[in-house]
């Protein structure tokens, strides 16, 4: 009788997944409180739903972090070939005459 009265004021006082997810967000950002610290390791002890999203957000900062590496370590610029800028440049310029075209049209 005792451990459920425990475990049901224990999850009264959690805070709910959309809060969880809150925390586990501002936790990446900013250093929580040993008070939030223990209401979130308590909550993701016990929610299966709430440990993956912890652990998806911090596979994807690992993935953001790698890509941003590669793209300082590179530093190169992409540019488009002389021959594609021209065909961009051309599609452009046809693009407003057929605009054009179409506006007269419809007026």
């Keep these: ?3 459920k ?3 049901w004021l224990i999850c009264k006082t959690l805070p709910s997944c959309r809060e969880v997810t809150e ?3 501002h936790s990446m950002e900013t250093e ?3 008070r939030k610290k223990i209401e979130l390791k308590l909550h993701l002890w016990s929610c299966v739903a709430c440990n993956r999203y ?3 957000l911090k ?3 690992e993935v ?3 890509q941003e590496d590669k793209f300082n370590r590179n530093k190169k610029i992409p540019t488009l070939s002389a021959d594609a800028a021209e065909r961009l440049k051309d599609a452009l310029k046809s693009s407003k005459f057929l605009l054009l075209f179409a506006l007269m049209y419809c007026f």
């Design 23 to 25: 925390l586990v967000s």
């Design 54 to 56: 912890l652990f998806q």
């Design 59 to 61: 596979f994807m900062r």
């Design 32 to 34: 929580l409180s040993w």
């Design 1 to 3: 009788m005792f451990k």
């Design 64 to 66: 953001f972090e790698i």
């Design 5 to 7: 009265v425990f475990v």
